[in-house]
């Protein structure tokens, strides 16, 4: 029984998030619904994050098994076919190792967050950016990110509804950068806490409006406390860019 693995992109907008629930449609029930279009079979697929109502992705890993012997091509052509209307894409398919498994070898995964600094209201990036009419000192926000970067107990910034064993995470990048009215926020680590890149923009849009200082950041860092949280950012401008394996 070969196993595919694929490499998915989708707009989290109309989805309840990437795990399948009961109340609502989900990137899960879309792929595994046209799996079953595409050959009569009934999978559970596994991806490599579990990414939340309104968060989108560009680089979701996935893995399942069929008993059908269909070429990788065969494979991404019909999922595409099947997935419309639902925004939701195979970028690419593979066949890859029986023992690959897309959540637990992945050593990396990359996140970007896009704020749209601006006072006229979104038309093109309407559900995907988070826009924000203050301005926002970029620079600031960068300065504070550092106080986050290295392994760290994050409980202040995980959401209560968090499932991992452990608030300890290693966080290997957090940038902060401008490009005209856009505010990009890239966040690379091994794994995140639920809700926590979304937790440390939030946080950091207080620097950028000069509500916060950096010292702030790492005060709320060390209290362990997620009431000292400054602020959770929306789901719109998060993206999985890319998960990474050995």
Excluded at 45 to 53: E, K, L, P, Q
Excluded at 90 to 111: C, E, S, T
């Amino acid at each position: 029984m070969p196993r595919y693995r694929l490499t998915i992109e989708y707009d989290g907008g109309p989805f309840v998030g990437f795990q399948r629930q009961t109340n609502g449609p989900s990137i899960q029930q879309a792929l595994e619904t046209a799996i079953t279009r595409f050959c009569g079979e009934t999978v559970t697929i596994t991806g490599a994050g579990r990414t939340d109502a309104g968060v989108h992705a560009q680089g979701q890993v996935v893995h399942f098994d069929i008993a059908a012997d269909k070429s990788a091509n065969q494979v991404q052509g019909a999922l595409n076919h099947h997935l419309k209307p639902d925004p939701v894409a195979v970028l690419d398919a593979a066949i890859a190792d029986p023992g690959f498994h897309a959540r637990f070898d992945a050593i990396g995964r990359h996140y970007r967050f896009r704020i749209v600094n601006r006072r006229p209201p979104l038309t093109f990036d309407h559900g995907l950016a988070w826009q924000v009419p203050v301005p926002l000192d970029a620079d600031a926000m960068h300065v504070a990110a550092q106080r986050l970067v290295g392994r760290h107990d994050f409980t202040t910034f995980r959401s209560v509804h968090c499932q991992s064993q452990s608030p300890l995470k290693t966080l290997d990048r957090l940038d902060v950068m401008r490009h005209g009215d856009e505010i990009i926020v890239i966040a690379e680590a091994r794994s995140f806490l639920h809700h926590q890149v979304r937790s440390m923009v939030g946080t950091l849009k207080l620097v950028g409006e000069g509500k916060w200082t950096a010292d702030d950041v790492s005060a709320a860092l060390e209290a362990r406390d997620r009431q000292r949280l400054g602020l959770n950012a929306p789901p719109d401008g998060l993206y999985l860019t890319k998960v990474i394996y050995p």
